[in-house]
């Protein structure tokens, strides 16, 4: 009985897969992998969990999106299981920049990146210098310095993880302003945060997204950002270049596919993308977090990262992190 | 204090809107059944759940998922006392004297204890948070890695009496859990570490829940089977029963322990508030320091009761103190708090020390949820007792495969890896050959679960200092936690010279 | 075997996982590094030499004689019960193995019916509807609940109109 009424249930679901789809136009059949290149609660994470809640919200997909996080080795698992479900059509990824820094550092991991579908560029999340707000004596970069200066060795940088985003700015400003600050690795860029509003560290180059809320409470303030312009939030925070520097720095947050997705599939990931590009809510979270970068998407994306890429390597050759 | 009163109040009255109640209920059984399952603790139930929440407004949305934290947290007992396993690692001291307990046909004590101890220690915790938050956030902020070390290294001495007699397979244990806890990647070098053989899974490092449902799962359930094959087919514990009689008999033996259920209480709050720390630190801990206050210390790990009431009062204590510096600071003091967190930015909220002022009820309407959480949580776990306790009357042969079943799940849907499955079912196996062999394993859990949060902030601090250990005594927080630290690790050394001296002396 | 062999043969065996790890560890720096206090092969390698010693000194027991286990020639593990742990060890692994291939609604059916029918020797009815009825709710809770997607293998096509029906 049991055995018959199983086999019945087969046949059934037998006869309707072989049935053609009428729809025009591909959509995803089966829920789609969304792979994060980092931990549980980190930025890339957050902003992973608004994505599908947005996609969620508005029933952009016939089917649910479900984050996989693979922080293993700087992105290096998530690479090699992506650049792995070659041809697969749903799998995508949410990439940092550690999308160039790891393969570059890891060439053992046989990924190359111009192998990876383009799908969409959300945005670029900024960085800026910050001190404690009971630091009355610092007050613009000229200030900073001095003050770095004097204290020498035992002026100390939080940052996340050696070689990360966070060391090549302290490497930048080391080199700029010849200061010998120390660089302290901590895990994940909240942790960093609450290192300086708690005074066991001097300074970080913090996202704005990871120090809003010291900030906002005037526990900390920014100095400069790494940014073209003046970000609209922190407007008495110059930028480098206003200050003679010519560096600037962005970090990507962008939806990668997996390499040889097909062209249908792609073009399908790249018009859901757009969509909850110009959705209400991933604006307003753009201009909360002082997100900066427009959408980008297709060749565009492509050769934006073969330019960060080369950047990356020159950045990481200067440091001595990769020969 | 009047005011903290009255905005309490203004919290409840949001809370007994209908559709916040019922969101509670439904948190609070829905949490219970995924903690209830070996793999699947709060973190796989808040994330999972999250995207749902845009359905119901922000105080809704938060309060519905700190009634999974807690369901989870009640319900991570469960399966530590009836099958062994822990479900996350907030669970793993209560199995040591849980299983045993259940073993001895007093799983309905076990879980009414744990039940009960649960409720404590959350309602004392969430007094205190009502009341003490900003002073406390205070102390969370300045807490760095020199502090945290020498609570990690608090954490080891409360400890240091769970291998058994033989000193050599106990430290074997110890260092082996160190050492996995440190494979995959190395944060502060920022390099690949101990990639055993390059296979590339073991770049995420050895998940505590891998080896956990492999010793505790696999490995205890293929003990049983022998036990089983040598009993001749006996069922897999003995009768347990729930009558009034039995009952009100548990409730007795229930407030003997009300000193280490009232102690779990405040030390896993003190603990949960620490950034980083979160609750499993808090539950060993506290394990710890009840079989040391204990009269009978020597039951400890063959059923006392207070080792299963201590450790459920402090990781239900130390899950609404790791609420605080999330609302006070933004900064997550547990992997579930980072994800509400997460739910926190969907929702358009700034967590921070300005929550409190622009977003008050959402605040005070989370704040009385957690009275209410506790209360629900209590009656819904009372109540499915029974039930538990009937599923344990299963024959072996039928609940058995179900067991193997769940294990395997609950290895693959954490990491969604095939190499956690393998990992796994490696750990269950050699565990219990190591296991006949009377290695204790307890240790290499503990290890695994404190290893990442000691080697990062003991290298931290030494940077910091240029590498003299005289950071960890010349703070004003991280100084005390050392002293006592090694106070209590020298302790037993200490009573066996003095008893040797005693014995020479008569 | 007798467990005082399986003691010496597993002390062995440790002693050399050991010096896998310490040799493994031997990448990262594992001295004092200026500036820096401990390496990154620090923690893991001189760990993993303690692990060693601890071997040594449980292989020195051993040979002393000394404690319950070193002494015990009872049989490490009867036939019988190496029969019965061993068939479930094994029936496992190629259910994990199975999982890749044919998914975890073909391998846990298959598991189920093995362990019911096979040694639990219950009623050929009981045993198929408990094989069938468990992945059901396996499904229900994870997949559609919980929104888990577990391992299919061949037989994802099969799964293609559930997604469409409740996810």
Same mark, same amino acid.
């Given at each position: 009985m049991v055995k018959k009424i199983t086999l019945l249930a087969i046949a059934g679901i037998m006869a309707t897969v072989s049935a053609p789809s009428a729809i025009a136009g591909w959509t995803p059949v089966k829920p789609v992998?969304?792979?994060?290149m980092a931990g549980k609660g980190g930025g890339a994470d957050k902003a992973v969990r608004l994505i599908q809640s947005i996609i969620a919200e508005n029933e952009m997909a016939p089917v649910p999106f479900t984050p996989v996080n693979k922080a293993g080795g700087s992105g290096a698992e998530a690479l090699v299981h992506v650049n792995g479900r070659s041809g697969n059509d749903h799998t995508i990824m949410f990439t940092l920049n550690s999308f160039y820094t790891t393969p570059l550092r890891q060439p053992k991991l046989g990924v190359d990146i111009a192998d990876f579908t383009p799908i969409a560029r959300m945005a670029e999340d900024t960085f800026l210098l910050w001190v404690h707000?009971?630091?009355?004596?610092?007050?613009n970069m000229a200030d900073f310095a001095k003050a770095a200066k004097a204290k020498g060795k035992d002026w100390i940088m939080a940052g996340t993880g050696k070689n990360s985003e966070d060391n090549l700015l302290t490497d930048f400003l080391n080199g700029a302003y010849g200061l010998q600050m120390k660089y302290v690795p901590y895990k994940g860029g909240g942790k960093v945060a609450k290192e300086l509003a708690g005074k066991n560290a001097d300074s970080t180059v913090n996202n704005p997204s990871e120090q809003l809320g010291f900030y906002e409470a005037g526990t900390t303030k920014a100095l400069a950002s790494f940014t073209d312009e003046r970000l609209p939030l922190f407007p008495n925070a110059p930028t480098f270049k206003e200050l003679g520097e010519d560096y600037v720095y962005y970090m990507q947050r962008t939806v990668v596919g997996a390499p040889g997705m097909s062209q249908e599939a792609t073009e399908y990931y790249q018009g859901l993308f757009k969509d909850v590009f110009n959705s209400k809510k991933w604006q307003e979270y753009r201009t909360k977090k002082s997100l900066q970068g427009d959408l980008l998407q297709g060749d565009a994306l492509m050769s934006y990262w073969m330019k960060e890429r080369d950047v990356h390597e020159v950045m990481l050759k200067n440091m001595g992190a990769i020969k | 204090m009047l005011e903290i009163l009255g905005l309490l109040a203004d919290g409840f009255t949001i809370v007994f809107q209908l559709q916040n109640l019922l969101l509670i209920i439904g948190g609070c059984a829905l949490g219970l059944f995924i903690g209830a399952m070996p793999g699947l603790g709060s973190v796989n139930g808040v994330a999972i759940l999250l995207p749902l929440t845009f359905l119901v407004p922000p105080t809704g949305a938060i309060i519905f998922l700190a009634a999974i934290y807690y369901g989870a947290m009640y319900g991570g007992a469960i399966s530590s006392i009836m099958l062994g396993i822990p479900g996350a690692s907030t669970a793993v001291a209560t199995t040591f004297d849980g299983r045993p307990l259940a073993k001895q046909g007093l799983a309905d004590l076990a879980l009414t204890g744990a039940a009960f101890a649960s409720f404590i220690g959350g309602t004392i915790a969430v007094i205190l948070f009502t009341f003490f938050a900003p002073p406390l956030a205070h102390v969370a902020l300045v807490f760095g890695a020199p502090e945290e070390f020498a609570l990690m290294m608090l954490a080891f001495a409360t400890f240091v009496?769970?291998?058994? $007699? $033989?000193l050599f397979k106990t430290l074997f244990s110890i260092c082996i859990g160190l050492v996995l806890s440190a494979v995959g990647f190395d944060i502060i070098s920022g390099e690949p570490r101990l990639v055993l053989w390059d296979i590339i899974g073991f770049m995420h490092g050895v998940n505590f829940l891998v080896l956990a449902i492999g010793i505790y799962g696999i490995g205890e359930m293929l003990w049983t089977v022998e036990e089983h094959v040598l009993g001749g087919g006996k069922s897999m514990m003995s009768e347990a029963n729930v009558t009034v009689k039995r009952t009100i008999t548990n409730i007795k033996l229930l407030a003997k322990t009300w000193k280490a259920t009232i102690m779990g209480s405040f030390l896993g709050y003190f603990v949960g508030i620490?950034? &980083? &720390?979160?609750a499993t630190p808090g539950s060993l801990m506290a394990y710890g320091i009840a079989k040391q206050i204990s009269k009978e210390p020597e039951k400890f790990g063959d059923g006392a009761l207070e080792g299963v009431c201590a450790p459920e009062a402090a990781n239900n204590a130390a899950s609404t103190g790791s609420m605080l510096p999330m609302l006070t600071l933004g900064i997550p003091g547990s992997p579930t708090t980072a994800i509400l967190l997460g739910g926190m930015v969907i929702w358009g909220l700034e967590p921070g020390p300005r929550l409190f002022v622009d977003h008050g009820d959402f605040v005070w309407g989370l704040i009385a949820s957690l009275y209410a959480a506790n209360v629900f949580a209590l009656l819904i776990n009372i109540a499915f007792i029974p039930v538990f306790i009937k599923i344990l009357k299963t024959p072996f042969t039928i609940l058995a495969p179900v067991i193997f079943v769940l294990c395997l799940i609950g290895g693959y849907a954490p990491t969604q890896d095939m190499h956690d499955v393998w990992l796994m079912l490696a750990f269950g196996i050699v565990g219990y050959l190591m296991r006949k062999l009377d290695y204790p394993l307890a240790p290499a859990v503990l290890a695994i679960v404190l290893g990442p949060l000691a080697e990062p902030a003991l290298r931290q601090s030494l940077i910091i200092s240029d590498g003299s250990f005289s950071i960890f005594f010349n703070r004003a927080y991280a100084g005390p936690i050392m002293v006592v630290a090694l106070v209590l690790l020298f302790l037993p050394l200490l009573k066996m010279a003095y008893n040797k001296y005693q014995s020479v002396r008569s | 075997m007798t467990v005082r062999t399986a003691e010496l043969l597993m002390a062995v065996m440790m002693g050399a996982f050991s010096v896998y790890l310490m040799y493994k560890s031997l990448e990262l720096p594992i001295g004092w590094v200026e500036?820096?206090?401990?390496?990154?092969?620090a923690w893991p390698f001189w760990l993993s030499a303690v692990m060693l010693i601890s071997c040594f000194g449980i292989i020195y027991n051993w040979f002393r004689k000394k404690g319950k286990i070193a002494n015990s020639m009872k049989t490490y593990i009867q036939s019988h019960v190496f029969i019965e742990v061993g068939a479930v060890a094994v029936a496992l692994i190629i259910t994990v193995a199975l999982f890749s291939f044919i998914g975890i609604y073909g391998a846990l059916p298959l598991f189920l019916l093995f362990y019911l029918k096979v040694l639990g020797k219950h009623r050929w009815l009981f045993s198929i509807t408990f094989a069938v009825v468990t992945p059901i709710i396996i499904f229900y809770f994870f997949e559609i609940t919980l929104k888990i997607i577990l391992p299919k293998g061949i037989t994802e096509p099969l799964f293609l109109p559930l997604y469409k029906m409740f996810l």
């Open positions: 992998e969304f792979v994060v707000s009971d630091r009355k004596d610092i007050n | 009496g769970l291998g058994n $007699d $033989d620490l950034p &980083a &720390a979160g | 500036d820096e206090g401990p390496g990154g092969g």
